[in-house]
């Protein structure tokens, strides 16, 4: 079983709906939970970190965790064309290394 | 500079040559961290350092040799490289080792091609 999973996609939506990015993790132990965005070529870039149960909002974009199913997601509201990207969602277990496992990532497009 | 600077961004080089990646965070991080990208694979992370010390060696081949001077600078030496070596190379940094500063911050990569 893979550490952290992430459906490799491609998921496709049309500009302006939600788009629905899901992650899950084998660590129970887990303590913080991070998503990147990387575009083609590019390097990974930080958008949203959670550590507690519940929901997180900036902006356009929503993360939600669930320690007890083991489960994090990320919502976009109102999806932009340039939101069409690979998203990476990393987790960090126990331990002080700062290690983080990272998920192969979900490709997003999101169509005009 | 600001943030994670990595050089040189692209790289090709032979089998039988030594080369080295630089990277350099403007941060004020403690933690520096090197991965590689290949296609179709989850980011593998290679080194950890925490605080110029070694903390994470994920059974890297020793044809890479990584080297932490200080807090701010990063190196990964390579020699005798094989064709599946050619990849994306990031650097991160992080604040560590609160739980709450493992975020990480890339620099631009690497790119990597073993001829």
């Known amino acids: 079983q893979k550490e952290v999973e992430q459906n490799s996609g491609p998921l496709s939506v049309p500009e302006g709906a939600i788009a629905s990015l899901n992650c899950t993790y084998s660590?129970?132990?887990?303590?913080?939970f991070f998503w990147y965005r990387q575009y083609s070529g590019k390097s990974p870039e930080l958008i949203m970190s959670?550590?507690?149960?519940g929901d997180k909002e900036d902006g356009r974009f929503t993360a939600q965790l669930n320690k007890a199913s083991q489960y994090v997601s990320l919502l976009i509201r109102d999806s932009q064309p340039s939101d069409s990207a690979t998203y990476l969602c990393?987790?960090?277990?126990?331990?002080?290394?700062?290690?983080?496992?990272f998920g192969q990532g979900t490709t997003l497009q999101v169509k005009p | 500079e600001t943030g994670v600077t990595q050089t040189p961004r692209h790289l090709v080089m032979g089998m039988t040559n030594k080369k080295s990646l630089k990277c350099e965070q403007h941060?004020?991080?403690?933690?520096m961290y090197w991965y590689k990208q290949s296609a179709k694979k989850p980011l593998e992370l290679m080194f950890v350092?925490?605080?110029?010390?070694?903390?994470e060696n994920n059974s890297v081949p020793s044809r890479f040799s990584p080297e932490c001077p200080n807090s701010s600078h990063l190196f990964l030496h390579l020699h005798t490289l094989q064709p599946e070596d050619s990849a994306l190379y990031l650097c991160?940094?992080?604040?560590?080792?609160?739980?709450?500063?493992?975020?990480?911050?890339f620099g631009p990569g690497t790119r990597l091609t073993v001829t």
């Open positions: 991160a940094s992080s604040q560590g080792p609160d739980i709450r500063s493992y975020e990480q911050y």
């Open positions: 660590d129970r132990v887990s303590q913080s």
């Open positions: 959670i550590y507690s149960n």
């Open positions: 990393a987790v960090h277990g126990s331990g002080n290394t700062g290690k983080l496992i």
């Open positions: 941060l004020g991080h403690n933690a």
């Open positions: 350092y925490s605080l110029e010390e070694r903390v």
